[in-house]
């Protein structure tokens, strides 16, 4: 079985920063919906983004971390972007690289009305990988670039800055089961006491 798309890094789009490209093959998105599947009472809870950290039902979203899947399957996995992704970031945004991967996880979207709140990532780069399409809605939504992912294909690739330029928001879970790929990078870290000194948002208090 093949798992990386023949046109992965070859067939590109750029739209307002978003590099979107074919990454698994069909095949393979499928064997790792089944996986996912097969491990579905080990999906755990992840971060959750309610309104203003308040949880509800729909809020929490379930994800199963490739590195328990297995490890070498996430190795693989950093190879691939590495060898087919990473030169688009590097050609996009120019001085811009990845330090390292932190274990892409499938995210799992079951409960009608589920979704995501907008918000931003702690990640350097996100990548989402689209692994099926037969669910509704939960599409996810980029306001400020006037985006959404409801039309890539199955396989396709999908990232972008996490930080500060592409908050992003999924819509309500309308039917079936949603299964994405989700991969974080590290974001650049400082040692608090790097440059001589560091001040805190929450530190500082306005009369
Ligand atoms: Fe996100």
Redesign the pocket.
């Given at each position: 079985m093949k798992a990386i798309h023949p046109e992965c890094g070859k067939k590109v789009e750029i739209y307002k920063d978003i590099i979107i490209t074919p990454f698994y093959t069909e095949e393979f998105c499928d064997y790792l919906v089944d996986t996912a599947k097969y491990f579905d009472g080990r999906f755990i809870e992840h971060i959750k983004?309610g309104n203003d950290g308040e949880t509800n039902d729909t809020a929490p979203w379930n994800v199963l971390h490739m590195c328990h899947i297995s490890q070498i399957l996430f190795e693989d996995f950093c190879g691939h972007y590495k060898k087919f992704v990473l030169p688009l970031i590097r050609k996009n945004f120019i001085v811009s690289g990845i330090n390292a991967w932190y274990s892409p996880f499938i995210i799992k979207y079951d409960k009608t009305g589920q979704n995501?709140n907008l918000?931003?990532?702690t990640s350097g780069f996100?990548m989402n990988v689209k692994l099926n399409t037969n669910f509704e809605g939960a599409e996810?939504h980029f306001p400020r670039q006037g985006w959404s992912n409801k039309d890539i294909p199955k396989g396709w690739c999908f990232l972008w800055p996490?930080q500060v330029t592409h908050p992003?928001e999924a819509y309500p879970l309308i039917g079936g089961t949603k299964y994405t790929l989700?991969s974080w990078t590290h974001p650049i870290s400082w040692s608090p006491d790097e440059q001589f000194a560091s001040v805190y948002h929450d530190d500082i208090i306005i009369d």
């Open positions: 983004y995501v918000h931003n990532d996100t996810l996490s992003h989700a």
